[in-house]
């Protein structure tokens, strides 16, 4: 096969491919124009802007309270930190206060919607791969989790639970032991999967030092989240930019070893993941051990929300940091809304990284990142 | 560094990271500068358009590792042309930021490898996140408006929200 390859490679016959936008392993609607020669690629050329909705015009037409259910949107596998991100803009800017149960409620729906991002992720990378039933398994999982989701807020995807200055509803009676019963029959899972596939033989061939990503270059293509821990840099913003109530909690921030491979490699992207799910657990745990010693306020809404400056928030979302930088005017709409995500820049080294790549290993890449569509096009 | 003095008080009172306003022919050596100094991640870059004031405010939102630290830096650009260095070889990520910013605000970026359109179409006309953009009624023979579902539906009354 080896041979095969580079005879082909001495014709030096090249072939454009067009990959997307409806491809079913691009993980959404994104197109690659893949020029390759043989089985090994010269570059995969990322087009993005088929999911672009217009997410920072729209914050533009609407209220700052009104535009809660678009930040949803921007990321739908993950929308609970886009939720968080921008009410912490927005307080941020105001100068409001959040009472402590929000921040506690906040931070549970977060870590949990994180826990089934990651099941998303993890799941569909193993099956980019060719392992189909880890998928279905594991998508079990998230299925609880968005029950447990949609008993809190009434949504399974699109929660618009998180509000300026609160949350929109306490947790209904039960569901503090519903969450913990699901956190107790979880933690086996998560062992299941190690022996599924975390340490699978075929699994870690094909991902070992594949597509090894190092430390200095995924800070300079500006990698956030667990894409940049798996490159060996020590960095979370909820421990290093602290938010809501996570300095209260104790956790470990996950950071890639190199295992079974190089640091930075598709399996150490892999790796992290798996561990933020214990990490996010434990965070769960605690905040509903801590959340019965606070008053029963969940939300103080704002009488007038007029602000006038900026501010910036840093959200640690299952992509990454995802940030929100809103301008005020005056008004009652955002005079300006950024969001800025992971997969944006996730989607950005996708081009350097797949040179000399084989066309398949490019799947593999793109599932490792985590790249999410819309999170990329807003 | 010109560290001058923000020209509205209230809009470095909610920001907790040093921020600077910048010349825009001094960016480019700042950047060199900032970067040397450390500020390895660029976080986020943000194109405002203050259409009253008739200048387009680019927002770098900058992050070193190392130290912990955060730093923002503002560029004032005129509206008619704004124009600025490209650092897309300073910071990597400047890349996709500046085309991202090129296309919906119209900022060019002198010295971009490659600044194409990356969200909207290639033929798109105009730059959508300006504040006087009006939408063409029509994109390559498609209609970009659609008309309001519950007008048409005879059996629902308007909304009285829209009597007024």
Known sequence: MGELILANEATGEEMTLNMGPQHPSTHGVIRFIIKTDGEIMREAVPDVGYLHRAIEHIAEKCTYEGFMPYTDRVDYVCAMPANHAWALAVEKLAGLEVPERAEYLRVITDELNRISSHCIALGAMAMDVGAITPFTYILREREYVNELLEMICGARLTYNYHRIGGVGWDMPAGWRDKVLAWCDHFAPVMDEFDRLITNNALFVQRLAKLAVIAADEAIDYGLVGPNLRAAGVDFDVRRDVPYSIYPKLKFEVPVGRGLVGTVGDAWDRYWVRAQEWRQSVSMVRQCLAQIDATAPEFWKAPKKLKPVGDAMARVEAARGDMSCYVVGDGGTNAYRARFRTGSFNAMGIIRDKSRGLMVADLVALIASLDVVAPEIDR | ?164
């Open chain 2, 1 to 164: 560094m010109s560290d001058e003095v923000a020209r509205d008080a209230n809009v470095e009172a909610n920001s907790d990271a040093a921020v600077s306003r910048v010349r825009a022919d001094e960016w480019r050596a700042t950047a060199e500068r900032l970067r040397a100094d450390g500020f390895d991640f660029l976080q986020n870059l943000t194109a405002v358009d203050w259409i009253k004031e008739e200048r387009i405010e680019l927002v770098y939102h900058l992050w070193s590792y190392a130290r912990r630290q955060e730093r923002v830096v503002k560029i004032d650009l005129p509206r008619g042309e704004p124009t600025v260095a490209s650092v897309a070889d300073v910071w990597r990520a400047a890349n996709w930021y500046e085309r991202e910013q090129y296309d919906l605000l119209g900022v060019r970026f002198a010295g971009h490898p490659d600044l194409r359109r990356i969200l909207m179409p290639e033929d798109w006309p105009g730059h959508p996140m300006r504040k006087d953009y009006v939408e063409a009624p029509s994109y390559n023979g498609m209609p970009t408006t659609r008309a309001n579902t519950l007008e048409l539906l005879p059996i629902w009354d308007k909304p009285t929200w829209d009597k007024k």
